[in-house]
């Protein structure tokens, strides 16, 4: 399993480099006028560090023997259906996200993709949940809208606001 796992990361840092590469190849402008090679280049440096620590902690990982399940534990073929189940509600809500995007707009639609996000991956306390999905819309808002400014769809909202501002 371990063998697998290297490879796999050693291909995904493959990947990041030459993706690296070919955005450092655009022009990336200043920090206060991004070029369109700006994102590309920090998604890359994201890519490298993140395939990088995967390999270091794939090599350096000790093998922990996976304790049999207890009274009231889930078993393995118990816990790959509840990936399976988990995987396809995130692929349902990916969907929904795209086919909504439009109508809802940005704000609300990454809003209910990420609070509902967080609850199918097992986190179950209410207010985290909802601080770290106003975190993550907010950072993600600030950067795309007003910094980079990518004209993301207002919605519902843009059109609530539209109809009360003016």
Do not use: C
């Not at 590309?40 to 395939?51: A, D, W, Y």
């Amino acid at each position: 399993m371990k063998q697998k796992e290297l490879l796999f990361s050693l291909f995904v840092l493959l990947v990041a480099v030459i993706y690296e590469v070919m955005a450092l190849r655009m022009p990336r402008g200043h920090i206060t006028y991004p070029g369109p090679g700006f994102y590309p280049s920090l998604v890359g440096v994201f890519l490298l560090f993140t395939s990088g620590g995967f390999v270091l902690w794939t090599l350096f990982k000790g093998k922990a023997p996976m304790p049999a399940a207890g009274p009231g534990e889930v078993d393995r073929v118990d816990s790959k259906t509840n990936q399976r189940s988990k995987t396809l509600l995130l692929i349902a809500l990916l969907l929904f996200y795209v086919l909504t995007l439009n109508s809802l707009g940005f704000l609300l639609a990454i809003s209910i993709f990420m609070i509902l996000s967080i609850r199918i991956f097992g986190y179950r306390r209410w207010l985290p949940s909802l601080g770290i999905t106003i975190a993550i819309v907010a950072i993600s808002y600030l950067s795309f809208v007003v910094w980079l400014k990518v004209p993301l769809p207002q919605g519902i909202l843009g059109d609530l606001l539209e109809g009360i501002l003016g």
